[in-house]
């Protein structure tokens, strides 16, 4: 029988192709085995007002995790878990980011907040189809707000960098933060006790099924607590060194392609071995 019952899926990447849409022909196989019985879900980085459409493209009912594992909601947005940062807890970072020329991205519920407007900014916005709002720096100091994530947008070590200083200088905020790399020049940080893997773990739980029998596809390296989770952890091709010799699987193919060919090679293969053994018993 086929060992695998649950599938989680990174989006950007992974299952969307390099224009960050989503092919006709994985949005059809995962539906296929989802009526076959199969569980399937994602795991991303995005906020839901971002991640709604590719939900409903696949037919998705099952829980979703979402800011790197800082959300978990329902197929419609309902929220089952959610962990927070206080906004003015990041001002020292957040300013110092902002002074060294990064560009900075706040994620709190279905808003999205920037703290200045460039084309970086504006190619978010095309990229992901929602507009952010515009935050001043000093408006972060009194602020009551939590925020989901942030992220720092720029090249990731000298984000790296001052995340480190910053961290460096209060220890209680060592252990309350992580920071992950989800693309080349993104640094998401994210509540400290949250991640992809810990979700993909509650999901499981939630749904009786052993962390044995579920497959965990990515390709960034803020992907790596859930493939080490899971009982197979796949990798894309277009995944850096370090994710690839975490995982059990590595694809030849990259994006949605290698996400397909996962599925054949652990769902598909087995679905006809077992078919070829019952035909073999009927005769």
């Given at each position: 029988m086929n060992p695998i019952r649950l599938i989680v899926s990174d989006?950007?990447?992974?299952?969307?192709s390099a224009d960050h849409t989503l092919p006709s022909s994985a949005a059809t196989a995962i539906r296929e085995y989802i009526s076959r019985g199969g569980c399937f879900?994602?795991?991303?980085?995005?906020?839901?007002?971002?991640?709604?459409?590719?939900?409903?493209?696949?037919g998705l009912d099952l829980p979703v995790i979402l800011c790197n594992g800082a959300v978990v909601a329902r197929a419609n947005g309902t929220l089952l878990e959610r962990c927070g940062i206080p906004l003015a807890s990041l001002y020292d970072l957040l300013s110092a980011a902002k002074l060294s020329g990064l560009d900075i991205l706040l994620f709190c519920g279905d808003e999205v907040l920037t703290l200045a407007r460039n084309i970086n900014i504006a190619a978010y916005e095309r990229k992901e189809g929602v507009p952010c709002s515009l935050l001043r720096l000093h408006e972060i100091q009194k602020c009551g707000t939590e925020i989901e994530k942030a992220i720092l947008l720029g090249p990731v070590e000298q984000s790296r960098r001052l995340f480190a200083?910053?961290?460096d200088r209060s220890s209680a905020?060592?252990?309350?933060?992580a920071a992950f790399q989800s693309e080349d020049n993104y640094l998401e940080?994210?509540?400290g006790q949250v991640s992809k893997g810990t979700a993909l773990q509650q999901i499981a739980a939630s749904l009786e099924?052993?962390?044995?029998?579920?497959?965990?596809i990515g390709n960034q390296l803020n992907d790596l607590p859930m493939l080490e989770a899971a009982g197979i952890g796949v990798a894309v091709a277009n995944s850096p060194a370090e994710l690839k010799q975490a995982a059990d699987y590595v694809c030849e193919a990259s994006y949605s392609e290698g996400v397909l060919e996962a599925m054949e090679?652990?769902?598909?293969?087995?679905?006809?071995?077992?078919?070829?053994y019952i035909e073999k018993l009927e005769v």
């Open positions: 989006l950007d990447g992974t299952l969307l879900t994602l795991a991303t980085g995005r906020p839901f007002i971002t991640a709604r459409p590719i939900i409903q493209q696949l200083e910053f961290v905020l060592h252990s309350s933060i940080l994210v509540p099924i052993p962390l044995e029998q579920v497959m965990a090679h652990y769902i598909d293969a087995v679905d006809r071995r077992f078919q070829n």
